[in-house]
């Protein structure tokens, strides 16, 4: 793959050849990798922004030049990406900004954001030869690992925490995944899953580990970017767990600043449950993360232990952004208000950078005049039980126009 230079590690800085290689050999676990691409050899060869414009197909897929992936004929894997990004035309206005768009990836085809790493960990895993596919998860990877290699054949072996949603487990049973409930914390169902991987030789999905998840996590970057005809908004908000999605996020930026394609990086928001912050905590403190309670009901980001730390903090820092933690109470209200202004369904964690955006505006964090793009990363349905706590109960009326003037529902 000639667009691809090698590895870097993200602790040491020492470069290795591109091959099958998971973490630095020097560094152990902690050492996760960067792809490092040629952008030189991409820009003349392989992408520009002609070649986009000019491109009918509307999934992630169109930037498989910017992908640790050979180039195939991607028609056959599930449609990922290419999800709407909404101009606000309410919420904007309720939080005092001049600008604001939702980027909703609630409607990927298992309805997260995580289909973007599931489906390049499945075409890796094709590509390899594996016919099974692993991974931990807190619900959403666990369910888009699973439909994305169903679809490709593969079999999948799922770690989730006892915790995990009925509506993430139903997805995964339908999908036709072997699903371990590991009565532990998510650092438990990790190191189950990573004890079996290894001792079973499958193809490992976990994001924390496996450097080319954050290289489909960051196609959500590359399309806000053109969504927006290469002029992104002075602030991307995103809500935070094991730090790959933000990681991505600031890695598709990157790319299109390192290709020419815009001329800066937005400013990029984690945004975290204070039921569970390691990174806003070692912001807020100056050190280094410890492990943190998981108690917050955004499932998707309750991760005690985050598995990608260097690329999260990389993320805020280099782009000059900012670490936020909301509560849960903000989260729920941020799911009624995402829902009755704009008409977007998402789960506790994929509109906790919604709340993040509403509690940096009232600091004084980000500017009235500033734009801001937030992410959506998951659908409600995948949580109805919080979606019901935030909602409230439907109004009981008899079947008759007296009952209902009678109920004060209108």
Known sequence: MKHILGYRCTICGKEFPYTELMTCPDCGEKGILDIVFDYDYIKKNTLSREKLANCRDNS???????????DRDFTPFLRVGWTPLYRSNRLGDELGLKTLYIKDDGLNPTASLKDRASGVAVAKAVELGYDTIACSSTGNAASSCAGNA???????????????????LAQLLIFGAKVVSVLGDYKDTFDLSKAAIEKYGWYNRNAGINPILTEGKKTVALEIAEQLSWQPTDWVACSVGD????????????DLYELGFIDRIPKILGVQSTGCCPFVDAAREGRDLIPA??????????????????????????????????TDEQILDAMRVLGRTEGVFGEPAGVTATAGVRQAVADGVIKPNETVTVINTGSGLKDVKNALKAAGKPTLCEPSLEALEKSGIL
Do not use: Q
Not at 243 to 254: A, E, K, L, M, S
Not at 296 to 305: F, P
Not at 306 to 317: D, F, I
């Open 60 to 70: 992630m897929w169109r930037y498989k030049a910017l992908m640790p992936l050979k």
């Open 150 to 168: 169903a679809r490709m054949g593969l079999k999948t072996v799922i770690f989730v925490p006892s915790r995990a949603p009925e509506g993430k």
């Open 243 to 254: 730090g790959c999605t933000i990681g991505g996020v600031y890695n598709g930026f990157h």
């Open 293 to 326: 309670e998981e108690n917050t009901i955004a499932d998707s980001i309750a991760v005690g232990v985050p598995r990608n730390p260097r690329k999260a903090l990389r993320a805020v820092s280099a782009s000059n952004g900012t670490w936020i933690a909301v």
